[in-house]
């Protein structure tokens, strides 16, 4: 079966330091990946998506990037954390085209800028 | 650009009774699915019920289903004989038939359960 892991599950960095969220997934192969920022009363903001190793669309400009160095794993990054850049994101995958079309996600990583 | 509403930032039921929340969303497309999913305490995101635009039968899913009015932009969902596990935020989406890349969310609807 498939399922998908994020980690950190909670983490609290100072402003200007480094971030790296990790994401994989397990019982499938070249899934569609995503990175979801959650906003209190604001739903799901789509940071990044990707289709496949090295292929990464961004979604909103901002601060963070995404890389997708193998085909089940992707990661959430900053140089430089900004206050704005707390909150909770989700990682989900979603199976290629033709599929049922569900976005399956991660138990989210909650991150807390000082 | 696609928008999902869900006008109700709250709700509450008594356990056992039915609830219904809100949601509408705007698009010009014809072919789109529509998705409820479920974030509890534990905060880890499950679909719920999905429904595909073409399909005029509304989807079922035991005690969830929806009220899916195409010309009225609307996807309510129902929730029938409600658990004490049903507490939750609520997140209605839009996906853009099976060949778009972004789900749009809307802003959530928490839901309460009171015994």
């Known amino acids: 079966s498939q399922t998908i892991h994020q980690w950190p599950a909670t983490l609290v960095q100072p402003v200007g330091s480094p971030l790296s969220l990790e994401c994989t997934v397990e019982?499938?192969?070249?899934?569609?990946l995503y990175w979801y920022r959650q906003a209190a009363g604001r739903g799901l903001q789509l940071l990044f998506y990707?289709?496949?190793?090295?292929?990464i669309s961004s979604e909103v400009p901002q601060n963070l990037s995404a890389s997708r160095p193998q085909d089940r794993q992707f990661i959430l990054s900053s140089k430089k954390l900004l206050l704005s850049d707390s909150g909770f994101y989700l990682c989900?995958?979603?199976?290629?085209?033709?599929?049922?079309?569900?976005?399956?996600f991660g138990e989210g990583s909650r991150l807390t800028v000082l | 650009a696609q928008t999902v509403t869900q006008s109700q930032p709250e709700m509450s039921v008594q356990e056992a009774e039915t609830v219904t929340l809100s949601c509408t969303y705007d698009?010009?497309?014809?072919?789109?699915?529509l998705f409820w999913y479920k974030q509890p305490p534990s905060r880890q995101m499950i679909l719920v019920i999905r429904?595909?635009?073409?399909?005029?039968q509304n989807a079922t899913e035991n005690r969830f289903s929806v009220n899916f009015q195409k010309a009225a932009k609307s996807f309510s969902l129902k929730i029938s004989d409600s658990q004490l596990g049903d507490a939750a935020m609520y997140f209605c989406?839009?996906?853009?038939?099976?060949?778009?890349?972004?789900?749009?969310f809307g802003p959530g609807t928490r839901l309460s359960v009171l015994p």
């Open positions: 989900a995958w979603l199976q290629g085209e033709g599929n049922t079309g569900e976005l399956f």
């Open positions: 019982g499938t192969s070249n899934p569609n």
């Open positions: 990707s289709v496949g190793i090295g292929q």
């Open positions: 698009t010009s497309e014809s072919d789109y699915y």
């Open positions: 429904q595909e635009a073409y399909k005029q």
């Open positions: 989406a839009y996906r853009r038939n099976n060949y778009g890349q972004n789900f749009v």
